[in-house]
């Protein structure tokens, strides 16, 4: 497969993401002698880190198994729906948004901004491949996307940092 095939630009922006992670992940542990609240936000980050390695492999080669007798990690409804109940659970302790508001606030707020424009971009490069790849995929996406918003700014309400509205 060439380098410029569509397939290896979506698992290479699904790669970039997970850098991204782990970029936002090296600025929770500098923060964590500070403050412990940002701890479950790195354990989901770090489960994230895993899923994307399976939709990396899955968008590599849509084939099953690695090997013969070696099956692929894959990504199921309940990671999606995994998802969507961290958002809820960190959207409990945020205000409704009224306005948009601009990227930015603490450094793990702003990378986790980053890290969910990063994260469309990858949807974008799945939705556009052809064959159709697999919807569950581009739903996990979709829905990290969301969460990635969600901890951004739940990061920084934890930090004391007020969002900056549009």
């Known amino acids: 497969m060439s380098k410029s095939d569509a397939r290896v630009d979506a698992y290479g922006e699904v790669d970039e993401l997970n850098a991204c992670l782990g970029w936002v992940l090296s600025s929770l542990s500098a923060a964590a002698g500070r403050s412990n609240t940002t701890a479950s936000v790195a354990e989901a980050l770090v489960r994230i880190q895993r899923d994307l390695f399976a939709i990396g492999a899955r968008l590599a080669d849509p084939t099953d198994t690695v090997s013969s007798r070696m099956p692929k990690a894959v990504v199921v409804d309940a990671d999606v729906e995994r998802l969507e109940q961290l958002i809820d659970r960190l959207e409990s302790d945020l205000a409704p948004l009224s306005h948009f508001i601009l990227a930015g606030g603490v450094e793990a707020g702003a990378r986790l901004h980053l890290a969910r424009a990063v994260c ?3 949807e974008r490069r799945m939705v556009a491949l052809q064959p159709p790849i697999d919807a569950l995929l581009i739903r996990y996406v979709n829905r990290l996307s969301d969460l990635l ?7 920084n309400h934890r930090a004391g940092v007020p969002e900056t509205e549009w």
Request: glycine share 0%; hydrophobic share 70%; aromatic share 20%.
């Open 149 to 155: 918003f969600v901890m951004a700014r739940w990061v």
């Open 120 to 122: 469309r971009r990858a």
